[in-house]
């Protein structure tokens, strides 16, 4: 009985080492609505869930992703309600709570504004006293977060941000510049053209996937996916999912 005995407590031993997140190999995700990157009614739900998917295909696991307000997204996955967030950027802040996944993506911060209110200084000192909407917990870079030069009003989606914008309620929104564009074109094609970005790149950040580190198993299959995401670029098999999406193929490479 005893050689049985052990053999059963190493197959356990086994079975659960291959089972983290989630024993049924199930990935839970969380994220935002962040088009042209990722959003629930995109193809694949965008580029950066499809190639994210694809990845952890790979390695075994089934992925759903749930679309939530932002600051909801990374306060439950911190206390490890979901397993990773999908497509964020990385701070020293963050790094407490979440290992960080290779770039998966890239992006350029920038600031939308009025034509009228265009400013050709590319630097914070452009646009001194003014109003900047950003997005509830929201990182956009150290210098921008810690800087008195203007004033932040706080918005819960990039929707309202532009609503604002355009009734003038603020002077520039800061965002990603192709989710910018991205939702002008579809939510405000009668006012985009009165709009414009500044010269300013508020900061150029890389996409990664956050998981939690309430996660039994999460550094371990950080490093797995990371490994993988590798294998794949090197295989060319990123690049045509980026085409597909609209976006060149260097967006993966960053």
Request: proline content about 4%; overall charge positive; charged content about 20%.
């Given at each position: 009985?005893?050689?049985?005995?052990?053999?059963?407590?190493?197959?356990?031993?086994?079975?659960?080492s291959?089972?983290?997140?989630?024993?049924?190999?199930?990935?839970e995700?969380?994220?935002?609505?962040?088009?042209?990157?990722?959003g629930g009614?995109?193809h694949?739900?965008?580029p950066?869930?499809?190639?994210?998917?694809?990845?952890?295909?790979?390695l075994?696991?089934?992925?759903?992703?749930?679309?939530?307000?932002?600051?909801?997204?990374i306060?439950?996955?911190?206390?490890?309600?979901?397993?990773a967030?999908?497509?964020?950027?990385?701070?020293?802040?963050?790094?407490a709570?979440?290992?960080?996944?290779?770039?998966?993506?890239?992006?350029?911060?920038?600031?939308f504004?009025h034509?009228?209110?265009?400013?050709?200084?590319?630097?914070?000192s452009?646009i001194?006293?003014?109003?900047?909407?950003?997005?509830?917990?929201?990182?956009?870079?150290?210098?921008?977060?810690s800087?008195r030069?203007?004033?932040?009003?706080?918005?819960?989606?990039?929707?309202?941000?532009?609503?604002?914008?355009?009734?003038r309620?603020?002077?520039?929104?800061?965002a990603?510049?192709?989710?910018?564009?991205?939702?002008?074109?579809?939510q405000?094609p009668?006012?985009?053209?009165?709009l414009?970005?500044?010269?300013?790149?508020?900061?150029?950040?890389?996409i990664?996937?956050?998981?939690?580190?309430?996660?039994?198993?999460?550094?371990?299959?950080?490093?797995?996916?990371?490994?993988?995401?590798?294998?794949?670029?090197?295989?060319?098999?990123?690049a045509?999912?980026?085409?597909?999406?609209g976006?060149?193929?260097?967006?993966?490479?960053?």
């Amino acid at each position: 009985m005893k050689p049985m005995k052990l053999t059963y407590i190493l197959f356990f031993i086994l079975f659960s080492s291959f089972s983290y997140p989630g024993t049924d190999k199930s990935i839970e995700m969380v994220t935002d609505q962040w088009e042209p990157y990722y959003g629930g009614k995109m193809h694949n739900q965008g580029p950066v869930t499809e190639i994210t998917r694809r990845v952890l295909n790979k390695l075994g696991y089934q992925v759903n992703v749930t679309f939530v307000p932002w600051k909801r997204a990374i306060e439950h996955t911190k206390q490890g309600h979901y397993d990773a967030v999908l497509g964020a950027y990385f701070s020293n802040e963050r790094s407490a709570f979440f290992w960080r996944s290779d770039a998966v993506a890239s992006s350029h911060v920038v600031l939308f504004s009025h034509s009228d209110n265009y400013r050709e200084t590319p630097d914070l000192s452009a646009i001194y006293g003014h109003s900047v909407c950003v997005i509830n917990g929201y990182y956009y870079s150290d210098e921008f977060t810690s800087s008195r030069l203007f004033s932040k009003v706080k918005s819960n989606s990039l929707k309202h941000c532009f609503e604002r914008l355009i009734a003038r309620r603020v002077d520039y929104v800061a965002a990603d510049k192709l989710v910018g564009q991205a939702l002008l074109e579809k939510q405000f094609p009668a006012d985009k053209s009165r709009l414009t970005t500044l010269p300013i790149i508020i900061s150029q950040q890389t996409i990664h996937i956050l998981w939690s580190k309430k996660i039994p198993g999460s550094f371990r299959l950080n490093e797995s996916f990371n490994r993988t995401l590798q294998e794949l670029k090197k295989s060319s098999e990123i690049a045509p999912i980026w085409q597909k999406h609209g976006f060149q193929p260097a967006a993966e490479n960053k």
